[in-house]
């Protein structure tokens, strides 16, 4: 089992920038690489990063890459997510996941989460 709780989500201005912060625990957590979501108003879910706890290894949604940065922190067992330079269209609920790849990490493309948090909203006006 593992547990995660996401915080750190709010309200910011286009332009402005916010850090999620995912708080990991449970036994089979080393076992794990811990991804981000998204689920826009209206919208499916949508990954947008991946971590590796070993090396430390993230990939990013298209949507997202060179604007958001995920980064790890073993000794706290935490996870996180800077996003810069926000638009009103990252208005979303936030997800932190534990999950697996399905063979060798290709991307954000084969991750499959099987733990989720409860999520924090992200709301950018424009």
């Known amino acids: 089992q593992v547990q995660l709780v996401e915080s750190g989500g709010g309200l910011v201005q286009s332009g402005g920038s916010l850090t999620l912060s995912c708080a990991a625990s449970?036994?089979?957590?080393?076992?794990?690489?811990m991804g981000w979501f998204r689920r826009a108003p209206g919208k499916e879910r949508e990954i947008i990063a991946t971590i590796t706890w070993d090396s430390g290894r993230t990939d990013y949604a298209a949507s997202v890459q060179g604007r958001f940065t995920g980064s790890r922190d073993i000794a706290k067992n935490t996870v996180y997510l800077q996003m810069d330079s926000l638009k009103p269209a990252d208005t979303a609920i936030y997800y932190c996941?534990?999950?697996?790849?399905?063979?060798?990490?290709?991307?954000?493309?084969?991750?499959?989460?099987?733990?989720w948090g409860r999520g924090t909203q992200v709301t950018v006006s424009s």
């Open positions: 996941a534990a999950g697996r790849y399905s063979g060798l990490p290709n991307g954000t493309n084969n991750y499959q989460p099987a733990y």
């Open positions: 449970g036994r089979a957590l080393s076992t794990h690489a």
